[in-house]
């Protein structure tokens, strides 16, 4: 990628970050329906938008990127001057941006959950095992399953087939 490319690209990702997750989320139960309702609409028209990246703050920034990269298949974009580290999807999901936590961010509350699909969890789980991540047992749900992991900041994670079930 061409370093202006590059440079313009991590303007418009700063700029537009759809939502900031601290390693250790935000409580959004105060925040009232209507305001998430309405977010993005302009005048009588509604704007659709998409969910195109995370921020999560990490104490550790290399070892959660290398977490990412490794377990989930990320591309690490690094830009010159950037603290911020952004993981780039390769299958057209969103991106997650790794952001140094400032000291009185609190680590691991469980509001959120990022979740991965998978055709085969009990594969996926296994191969992770291997590399050094350890799920928990697979669950079966409604025509799908699921196993929960936690990454390095404590934040929990989940790898899932209810993308993939079958419709009835």
């Known amino acids: 990628m061409p370093a202006t490319a590059a440079s313009a690209r991590g303007k418009a990702f700063l700029a ?3 939502a900031i997750l601290v390693c250790g989320f935000p409580d959004l139960r105060g925040v009232r329906g209507s305001v998430l309702r309405d ?15 995370l921020i999560l703050y990490a104490r550790d920034v290399e070892g959660t990127v290398a977490f990412y990269e490794k377990h989930f298949g990320f591309k690490v974009l690094r830009l010159p001057g950037d603290r911020i580290v952004e993981l780039v999807a390769q299958n057209g999901g969103a991106n997650i941006m790794i952001h140094p ?3 009185g961010v609190k680590i691991g509350q469980v509001t959120v959950k990022l979740v991965f699909d998978v055709e085969d969890v009990a594969g996926f789980c296994e191969k992770s095992a291997r590399d050094g991540l350890v799920f928990n047992s697979p669950h079966a749900a409604d025509g799908y399953s699921y196993a929960n992991a936690k990454d390095p900041c404590g934040n929990n994670i989940q790898v899932s087939s209810r ?6």
């Open 101 to 103: 936590a400032a000291k």
């Open 16 to 18: 537009a970050a759809s």
């Open 163 to 168: 993308a993939f079930r079958k419709a009835d």
């Open 39 to 53: 977010a993005g609409r302009k005048g009588k028209d509604r704007m659709s938008l998409a969910l195109n990246r």
